[in-house]
């Protein structure tokens, strides 16, 4: 669905949830359904790097509690707090300012 000018107007230049979702959908199938695998109720036990620069995150089904190692050239750290970066390490849940913290040796990205 697309957001015309009025309703554009009504939310104040907002996507609506509902068209976020269909975006998110809608780019999915047109450039990720062959690249990326989902995994849901999944708990990431661990991520290191290798020597050639690839990541291995080993992950528990939470279902089954079988457990499985994957290999990938980047990661998507995704911490799920909304507008300000969260380090995720701290414990203690507190913000940080973006461009001081490094995670892995990498300047954190924010968007």
């Known amino acids: 669905m697309t957001m015309t000018p009025s309703q ?9 949830g509902a068209d976020l979702c269909n975006y998110l959908e ?10 990326v695998k989902f995994s849901f109720n999944t708990e990431v036990l661990e991520i ?7 990541w291995l995150v080993r992950t528990e089904d939470k279902q089954d509690h079988k457990t499985n190692t994957l290999q990938f ?7 799920g707090v909304s507008h300000l970066a969260y380090d995720g390490l701290s414990g203690n849940g507190i913000l940080c300012k973006l461009g001081k913290l490094t995670l892995f040796g990498y300047k954190l990205i924010h968007s």
């Open 73 to 79: 050239c980047r990661i998507i750290v995704a911490t």
């Open 8 to 16: 554009a107007a009504a939310w104040k230049g907002h996507l609506t």
């Open 48 to 54: 290191s790097r290798q020597q050639d620069g690839k």
């Open 26 to 35: 809608e780019y999915y199938n047109v450039f990720l359904r062959t690249k």
